[in-house]
């Protein structure tokens, strides 16, 4: 690239010209997860660096920083040093047709392949909200021109949760310290992947594997798929143990039928198809009741922590409330059907 040294001693970037060698790395990447069973999600742009990382990795490091392209591009017009405006509906001149035209070449690169999620931008604040709309829109205007669709995700940069559903994207991932001990039900408007990094998770639960393991069932059963932040998987035995057997339970049920509820089960934390197959999370010992339509069900127990295993209990009869006790100590699963 160049000609001229950008802030970090290295040739400028040219934003007219792509590196092909990045695309072929991310195809690469992308592929190898396809053959391991591994969904991505591709980040198209990062927001949180700009605003909170130290340097190279913040605006100084920015290819749209004045100062690190030929192109005369200047993504801070007002010269704060944060370049938040390249977020914005009111980009400089230049920035738009600079990122569709990378927007672009990404989609090219992994159309072709099953495994792809696209996510607008990581972690951006509020300002960022109508552009965040608009390139979700673009992503899939410029896909449906393409053999496949993929799902587009709009991620943690408001607090106001409705500034996500009712966006155009189609997974969400929500943020808010409320998603650790007692989330919100999810409306089923968006696929809801609660991101431990986005709720603070780390901090609140430290290596408590009681914790980690309550808040993976909580969030499962009130209607979210929960994603670790890799550098928190140190002592989190509890949540990689609850991802597993709720993942278990995902493909055991008929999951595409399941509705999160919190009034048909006095735990609150309830997953059901009523009258054909229930999955109800309790967080603390004891009984606690289910309503339940006329027929007959069966129940099979499961300990979360695997002291017990599962544990097949006697048929009960619906058209009523039923009480249920667990057979064994602590938090319990009970898993329905007729």
């Not at 509020?126 to 393409?146: F, H, L, P, R, V």
């Amino acid at each position: 690239m160049g000609p001229g040294t950008a802030l970090d001693g290295k040739p400028k970037f040219d934003l007219n010209q792509f590196d092909q060698s990045y695309f072929d790395r991310l195809r690469s990447i992308v592929v190898a997860a396809r053959d391991r069973g591994i969904y991505v999600s591709v980040m198209l742009f990062e927001g949180h660096a700009m605003r909170f990382s130290r340097t190279p990795w913040n605006w100084s490091g920015h290819p749209m920083n004045i100062n690190n392209n030929i192109n005369g591009v200047n993504g801070d017009t007002n010269g704060d040093g944060y370049g938040l405006e390249t977020q914005t509906l009111s980009l400089p001149p230049g920035v738009d047709a600079i990122q569709k035209a990378y927007v672009r070449k990404v989609i090219d690169t992994v159309n072709d392949l099953d495994n792809v999620l696209f996510e607008v931008c990581n972690e951006s604040g509020t300002y960022s909200k109508d552009w965040q709309y608009s390139m979700a829109n673009y992503i899939k205007s410029y896909e449906a021109t393409k053999p496949k669709q993929h799902p587009v995700g709009i991620t943690e940069f408001s607090d106001t949760l409705s500034d996500l559903t009712t966006s155009p994207a189609d997974w969400i991932s929500p943020f808010g310290s409320i998603y650790q001990n007692n989330p919100p039900v999810a409306d089923g408007s968006k696929v809801s992947i609660v991101d431990t990094d986005h709720i603070g998770a780390g901090d609140a639960f430290g290596n408590n594997w009681d914790l980690w393991n309550d808040f993976i069932w909580k969030n499962f059963t009130r209607g979210h798929n929960v994603i670790m932040y890799e550098e928190s998987l140190m002592g989190r035995d509890g949540a990689l143990v609850g991802m597993s057997d709720t993942l278990y339970y995902s493909r055991k049920m008929s999951l595409e039928t399941m509705i999160p509820s919190t009034t048909l089960c006095s735990t609150t934390y309830c997953l059901a198809n009523p009258g054909v197959e229930y999955l109800i999370y309790q967080p603390s010992a004891g009984a606690f009741t289910l309503t339940l339509p006329s027929g007959t069900y069966y129940p099979q127990w499961f300990d979360p922590h695997h002291i017990a295993a599962t544990v097949n209990g006697s048929s009960v009869s619906g058209g009523k409330t039923v009480t249920f006790t667990p057979p064994f100590n602590g938090s319990a699963v009970l898993y329905l059907t007729q």
